[in-house]
């Protein structure tokens, strides 16, 4: 499509200078989005992105990448990832490092990018705990169906859970491993203060499920001073 034949689309309530992006979103609701590689991954998740309008008020916390599956998504100056995604057997995972970015509709290009690349087909179902509700009207201004789901379940393509729900982490494991798409979100640094266990990274509920992906929930709040949009996936050092 040439430059000059760019038109204005309304698209979720906002307008897109670039009728590319519309198709994009039109094609992301009817084909699988599942990527062979990482970068090719990250470009599905960032498509559409020009900015991170991330709440104010809500300190995320950094993220601890670890194997070669996972890789970030959204990294500070600081080279602090706060969204990152990942494989596990069969199915997908993005990790966000506050669950309140989950419900921020400023962030909707994003999340409709990261549910369609978390569905195995554009038929899958997808599924949000009642922690997530306001999810579902965002999606549902983009065009996309969602239902409160109380607990995963095989019917599902795709389940959008806060990181704190300790009655459904072997549940979740393995809804992963056997195909599914999760979208999880959630800070540990105000978990951890509060007095639970200080081995976060063993104990906190969000890391029993996406620990198994290499993605871990940390007791360090992330810098939200400046967020880079990447074009390409950012390079941080990674435990292998």
Known sequence: ???????????CGLLFKDKILLEYFQKNK??????????AAFEALMTGVTSWDIPEDA???????????????M????????????????????????????????LFVFLVNAVGWLR????????????????????????????????????????????????MTDKLV???KRGGGLLIGGQAWDWANQGEDERVLFTFPGNLVTSVAGVYFTDNKADTSFFKVSKKMPKIPVLV
Request: include cysteine.
């Open 1 to 11: 499509m040439e430059g000059s034949k760019r038109t204005q689309v309304k698209l």
């Open 30 to 39: 009817e084909t699988n989005k599942t990527m062979a590689t990482p970068s």
């Open 75 to 106: 990294v500070n100056d600081m080279g602090q990832v706060v969204i990152a995604a990942s494989s596990y057997g069969r199915g997908h995972i993005v990790v966000v490092g506050h669950e309140d970015y989950l419900v921020e509709s400023q």
């Open 120 to 167: 195995s087909s554009s038929q899958s179902p997808i599924g949000i705990h009642s922690s997530l509700a306001p999810l579902v009207k965002i999606l549902e201004s983009c065009g996309i169906d969602s239902t409160i789901e109380p607990e995963v379940n095989d019917s599902l393509g795709v389940y959008c859970i806060d990181a704190y729900n300790e009655g």
């Open 174 to 176: 393995q809804f992963v």
């Open 59 to 73: 300190v995320p916390c950094e993220l601890l990448l670890i194997g070669e599956a996972s890789f970030p998504v």
